[in-house]
């Protein structure tokens, strides 16, 4: 077997194990990220208060999972808690979708 194969295979495997059955439309993503998400999160995914994590390139199977968690109580957070519970099975895709899609440039210190 060949070496995309098995990494195939893999990725495969790791999709199916998120719950995910499709891939989210970054399009929908960004919409939806504009209307609720870019106020902490900033649209870039690049975090504008303190508190709030960056999500830009983020892997999308973690993003799905965090916000599957505070929907369902299983992460606790006072805002995420209450901006999860409205969101759909296809809204989390689609902001997974759009947030990891998202470029980021990393470089170590100097």
Same mark, same amino acid.
């Given at each position: 077997?060949?070496r995309? +194969?098995v $990494?195939?295979a893999?990725?495969?495997? %790791?999709?199916?194990?998120?719950g %995910? =059955?499709? =891939?989210?439309?970054? /399009?929908?993503?960004? *919409?939806?990220?504009?209307?609720q998400? /870019?106020?902490?999160?900033?649209?870039?995914?690049?975090?504008?208060?303190?508190? *709030?994590?960056? $999500?830009?390139g983020?892997?999308?199977? @973690? $993003?799905?999972k965090? $916000?599957e968690?505070?929907? +369902?109580? /299983?992460?606790?957070?006072?805002?995420? +808690? %209450?901006i /999860?519970?409205?969101?759909?099975?296809?809204d989390?895709a689609?902001? *997974?979708? @759009?947030?990891?899609?998202i470029?980021?440039? %990393?470089?170590?210190p100097?």
């Amino acid at each position: 077997m060949s070496r995309l +194969s098995v $990494l195939t295979a893999i990725l495969f495997a %790791v999709s199916l194990s998120t719950g %995910v =059955a499709h =891939a989210g439309d970054a /399009a929908a993503g960004k *919409a939806k990220v504009s209307a609720q998400c /870019a106020v902490c999160h900033g649209s870039d995914g690049l975090s504008k208060l303190p508190e *709030a994590p960056n $999500l830009a390139g983020q892997v999308e199977p @973690y $993003l799905v999972k965090a $916000l599957e968690d505070f929907r +369902s109580g /299983a992460r606790k957070n006072e805002m995420m +808690s %209450v901006i /999860a519970e409205q969101l759909s099975d296809d809204d989390i895709a689609n902001i *997974a979708a @759009y947030f990891s899609g998202i470029s980021i440039t %990393v470089a170590p210190p100097q």
